[in-house]
Nanobody
Framework: EVQLVESGGGLVQAGGSLTLSCAAS????????IGWFRQAPGKEREGVSS????????YYADSVKGRFTISSDIAKNTVYLHMNSLKPEDTAVYYC???????????????????WGQGTQVTVSS
């Protein structure tokens, strides 16, 4: 079984930056995908970004393109979400999740992900 632990959330002013980390254990990253999702109060969980290791593919939601960057350190079994130019609407609980495979049309579908972390709160003040 895969265990995922997120860290790095916190309170930041609008325009600031945060980097989230997702440390995985119980599986390697080869040929799998790690996704970042977020859920704000009263809203559905939405896909933010995903990285597919076998092809080194990355995907982003339109709302974060140009501001967020996903990266990985395979030696550390850790995926990072670098968030810049944060906006109040980025406030949410951020989750990382593991999937056996994703693609351009499927990466944001939460049901494809088998394992989830506990989430980390990101709050952006205006």
């Amino acid at each position: 079984e895969v265990q995922l632990v997120e860290s790095g959330g916190g309170l930041v002013q609008a325009g600031g930056s945060l980097t989230l980390s997702c440390a995985a254990s119980g599986a390697t990253f080869d040929d799998y995908a790690i996704g970042w999702f977020r859920q704000a109060p009263g809203k559905e969980r939405e896909g933010v970004s995903s990285i597919k290791f076998s092809a080194d593919d990355t995907y982003y939601a339109d709302s974060v393109k140009g501001r967020f960057t996903i990266s990985s350190d395979i030696a550390k079994n850790t995926v990072y979400l670098h968030m810049n130019s944060l906006k109040p609407e980025d406030t949410a609980v951020y989750y990382c999740a593991w999937a056996p495979s994703t693609g351009y049309y499927t990466w944001a579908r939460a049901l494809l992900y088998d394992y989830w972390g506990q989430g980390t709160q990101v709050t952006v003040s205006s």
